[in-house]
């Protein structure tokens, strides 16, 4: 079961920092973290350009052993550069997609064949990132099926029976939930594993939760998740996306950049409340 980190995009006066954005894989990667997710949401993938989104690739691949990078695109053209730029760095175990998202009336036929575009235009396997509460869409098990070429699902979604319905109607396909506050739950019911960004804060406390779900320590994976789901909730009237970045300086101790705006950073008191918002929780994780 393996944990993933969706990979927050540090920026600095408006450009990436790429040092930053290595070092950080480094320090997660040592922590407990398998595999990294490029460019999804916590990276803010739909914000970047193509060649932000190529930069950081390179970045991750020079330090990570496994990378998914995230291609999703209403530029057709670009979404396919990116699958194929893919193809030059070992590292990358497969390319994901969000489907074509704010035209509400696309057909299940339609977004079929732009997965079916994707998985043409490269070897690399082509998992569905399903998030229909960012895309305005689902596309769930059945449709995924139908889709035909997909060899893997992030389903970033807070109910597991959807998410297992992947594994159900097709038990080959790597199936990874992307809720924070499903981590417990995906590796009990033995999901392929997770794609968390709170990898990106507390990824030595989700390698615990997993160790204790292996040794049927449920009570102590709970109390982990528990922790976990205190932080969320403290979290996430600030702006999660934004404070992901001060919860990565409050627990992991170096500073993680900023996001870029329309992704405004956090405010001084904002900050400032999150960190003692989240004490209780840091003190009950022993981070
Ligand atoms: C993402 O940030 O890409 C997730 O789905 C967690």
Avoid at 9 to 15: D, L, M, S, V, W
Avoid at 167 to 172: A, G, I, N, V
Avoid at 196 to 213: I, Q
Wanted: with cysteine; charged share 25%; aromatic share 8%.
């Amino acid at each position: 079961m393996d944990i993933i980190a969706p990979v927050i995009t540090p920026f600095r006066n408006g450009k990436i920092d790429l040092d930053l954005y290595a070092e950080h894989i480094r320090n997660i990667t040592a922590k407990g973290v398998d595999a990294v997710f490029v460019a999804g949401t916590t990276g803010l993938g739909p914000a970047l350009s193509v060649e932000e989104r190529k930069a950081l690739l390179e970045a991750a691949a020079s330090v990570a052993r496994r990378v998914i990078f995230q291609i999703g695109s209403l530029v057709l053209d670009d979404a396919v550069a990116l699958a194929k730029y893919a193809e030059r760095f070992d590292a990358v175990e497969a390319v994901a997609s969000v489907p074509p998202y704010y035209f509400p009336r696309l057909s299940e036929r339609q977004i079929a064949k732009y997965f079916r575009d994707l998985c043409a235009a490269t070897s690399r396997p082509v998992y569905l990132y399903n998030y229909p509460a960012a895309v305005g869409r689902d596309v769930d098990a059945k449709a995924a099926r139908e889709i035909g070429c997909l060899k893997g699902v992030k389903d970033t979604n807070e109910n597991i029976a959807h998410t297992l319905a992947y594994k159900r109607l097709m038990p080959h396909m790597k199936v990874y939930n992307g809720s924070d506050s499903l981590v417990l739950a995906s590796f009990s019911v033995g999901l392929d594993g997770v794609v968390a960004s709170s990898a990106n804060y507390v990824p030595e406390a989700l390698a615990r939760l997993r160790e204790a779900v292996a040794r049927g320590d449920v009570e102590r994976a709970r109390s982990i998740q528990f922790a976990i789901d205190e932080i969320l909730e403290a979290a996430r009237p600030l702006g999660y996306s934004s404070a992901v970045y001060e919860l990565v300086e409050i627990f992991q101790g170096y500073d993680a950049g900023e996001p870029r705006p329309p992704i405004y950073p956090l405010d001084p008191e904002e900050k400032a409340w999150l960190k003692a918002a989240v004490a209780q929780a840091k003190a009950k994780l022993a981070l």
